[in-house]
């Protein structure tokens, strides 16, 4: 007997600080079974092993660097070469909330100034969510911005609105901001019926 094969066709899924790796078994398990596996990550060096499944966890990883990873295959004879690398994953989270939020009131509408996440979770920040109710229903913003500040319309002049917003970004929407309060305003319709009594020059 000898050593098993190469694994082959290595990939990965994203995570928080993780990645979860997958590949197919060897061509050939050398004559013997195959009795594990172990992945390695590039760079950094960090690991995970199986006892023959074909997919493992390797965590504490850097969320926002990219990674490659390679398996090796052990039998009874010994280890396998390292497969192929995998294609570069890198691992993410949500993004922060953001903060410093100022609404401004207008007419059935508010503008939302807010200062962008501390932290985009490994992933840029691609569009954000608008919340008029106190974070019970959330809208995306369309078309998709990450500019300050968001216009928010199509609301009830007279009505307090409890506005918060999330960052989204390609792991999902993050943790939503503090809540501020706004209520839209506009001018005074236009008077009617307007007529006169006359007098003494008046």
């Known amino acids: 007997r000898g050593v098993p094969g190469v694994p ?3 990939s ?4 928080d600080s993780r990645v ?3 590949w197919v078994a060897p061509a050939s398990d050398g004559g013997a079974p195959i009795s594990g596996y172990a992945v390695t990550s590039t760079p950094g060096g960090k690991s995970c092993t199986t006892a023959g499944a074909l997919t493992c966890e390797v965590t504490g990883l850097t969320n926002g660097a990219g990674y490659t990873f390679t398996v090796v295959a052990t039998n009874s004879a010994g280890t396998s070469a390292a497969s192929a690398a995998s294609a570069v994953v890198t691992p993410r989270t949500t993004p922060g909330a953001p903060t410093g939020l100022v609404a401004t009131a207008g007419d059935r509408s508010a503008s939302v100034a807010f200062v962008a996440p501390g932290s985009d ?3 840029a920040v691609s569009n954000y969510e608008v919340s008029v109710d106190n974070g019970a229903t959330w809208v995306a913003r369309d078309p998709a911005s990450v500019a300050s500040p968001v216009v928010i319309g199509g609301l009830t002049n007279g009505v307090a609105y409890q506005v918060k917003l999330r960052a989204v970004n390609a792991a999902g929407p993050g943790a939503p901001s ?3 309060a706004v209520t839209p305003r506009g001018v005074p319709g ?3 019926t307007v007529s006169g009594v006359a007098g003494d020059s008046r």
């Open 8 to 10: 082959r066709t290595v």
């Open 12 to 15: 990965g899924v994203a995570g």
């Open 20 to 22: 979860s790796v997958s």
């Open 121 to 123: 979770g490994g992933a």
């Open 178 to 180: 503090v809540a501020v």
């Open 190 to 192: 236009v008077p009617r």
